[in-house]
T-cell receptor, first 111, second 111 residues
Framework: AQRVTQPEKLLSVFKGAPVELKCNYS??????LFWYVQYSRQRLQLLLRHISRESIKGFTADLNKGETSFHLKKPFAQEEDSAMYYCALSGYSNSGYALNFGKGTSLLVTP | NAGVTQTPKFQVLKTGQSMTLQCAQDMNHNSMYWYRQDPGMGLRLIYY???????DKGEVPNGYNVSRLNKREFSLRLESAAPSQTSVYFC??????????FGSGTRLTVV
């Protein structure tokens, strides 16, 4: 079955510290993985897609098929990075073809 | 280019009332989706429409109905609202080869 796991509900770091938001997945096939960010009470915004291999706002994420992980990293966190982050997998499940989300990690960057 | 537009942004219903959440996209996307977002649960798929004229149940369809009126519009109907349907509802659309685009959400409270 398709599953996305974000083990941390809340992650608190100091400004300037490195940050890593963990995401693990299970999927029998080639997954299409995303990171979405949601600032306070706003719409979800696409942050990264694994196939584009780009860096947005200093964030990067590498797909590790051996560990079935897609962790989000940033070397120096900024206060404006405080938000809710969702890892998501696009693929087939019992519910058809759609985006399946993890439960999210709330990132708090303190000065 | 408005992207994905949802109306209304806020709504308060009494238990048993009905209402329709509207969603429209102007990106000529084939696939459209309705999610609900609840604290600690992430986003869960309610219904989706892979193309005009087709709709399918997602993970949590009970208590909802949908209509894919045309390629642009995908509405979500609550026939008899219940307090358990208090949530934030997001509509999304997807281009075949690109990521998903989300609307700004509808915050629904059922009292």
């Amino acid at each position: 079955a398709q599953r996305v796991t974000q083990p941390e509900k809340l992650l608190s770091v100091f400004k300037g510290a490195p940050v890593e938001l963990k995401c693990n997945y299970s999927y029998s096939g080639s997954p299409e993985l995303f990171w979405y960010v949601q600032y306070s009470r706003q719409r979800l915004q696409l942050l990264l897609r694994h196939i584009s291999r780009e860096s947005i706002k200093g964030f990067t994420a590498d797909l590790n098929k051996g560990e079935t992980s897609f962790h989000l990293k940033k070397p120096f966190a900024q206060e404006e990075d405080s938000a809710m982050y969702y890892c998501a997998l696009s693929g087939y499940s019992n519910s058809g073809y759609a985006l399946n989300f993890g439960k999210g990690t709330s990132l708090l960057v303190t000065p | 280019n408005a992207g994905v537009t949802q109306t209304p942004k806020f709504q308060v219903l009494k238990t048993g009332q009905s209402m329709t959440l509207q969603c429209a996209q102007d990106m000529n996307h084939n696939s459209m989706y309705w999610y609900r977002q609840d604290p600690g649960m992430g986003l869960r798929l309610i219904y989706y429409s892979a193309s005009e004229g087709t709709t399918d149940k997602g993970e949590v369809p009970n208590g909802y109905n949908v209509s894919r009126l045309n390629k642009r519009e995908f509405s979500l109907r609550l026939e008899s609202a219940a307090p358990s349907q208090t949530s934030v509802y997001f509509c999304a659309s997807k281009h075949t080869n690109y990521g998903y685009t989300f609307g700004s959400g509808t915050r629904l409270t059922v009292v």
